[in-house]
């Protein structure tokens, strides 16, 4: 059935529930399928604070004018996040980056028996913690991964052996004032393998909070995506 005109522009929401049996934690996300939709790029985080939500949601809102479906993910079960700070796992904690790889490798599954999404490349986006989980899971389980993006991505945590594993196109943001994190990322882009980019925001600090700064995150990251994780031609995306 073909949908009015009007109708085609409206993302078709629906909520996502996974099971990941290893520890028996159940997955939340919200998936956004865009209208002829050339891929999907999922958003796992672990941290449901307005203040991490609002930039993806943002990000996410410009990939799907690009007709990319979005899937924003909380890989914490609702227990680990209600848990308290002392008690809930962190990513020094060992295993940790291991189990949050293994969840995204669920709900990278789950999205492969979608009907809306089995036939589309997968995008990874990412920052912080989960951003190391997700270049893991890229290194160790590739198939069906397009491209990646971290942005701002604690990669003090991501090993040189990983990172030299990694064979998914990956594009490292960070910002030029996150002078913690910025020798790292030239340290980590150094030793990448794959295809790959370093993109310095000028006057960004490690949240990207300045006027701006999500705008630029969101058209860089939008252009990796059309250009590694989708199998049209550049002719094919709205400007």
Known sequence: ???????????????MQAAHEKRAAFIEGTLSVSPDSLGVVIFPCVDGTQRLQAPNDYVASVLRNARLSTLKVNLASHGERLAPAGVRPSPETGGWIADMSARLGAVCDWVREQPETRDVPIGLFAGGDCAVAMMRLAAESPAGISAIVSRGGRLDLAERALLTRLHVPTLLIVGGLDQRL???????????????????????????EEPGNQEVVA?????????????APQSAFPH
């Open 1 to 15: 059935m073909r949908l009015p005109a009007k109708a085609q522009q409206v993302s078709i929401e629906r909520a």
């Open 219 to 231: 058209r860089l990251a939008r252009g990796w995506f059309q250009l590694h994780a989708t199998g």
């Open 182 to 208: 910025l020798g790292l990322h030239r340290t980590a882009f150094s030793q990448l393998r794959c295809r790959k980019k370093l993109e310095v925001i000028p006057g960004a600090t490690h949240a990207f």
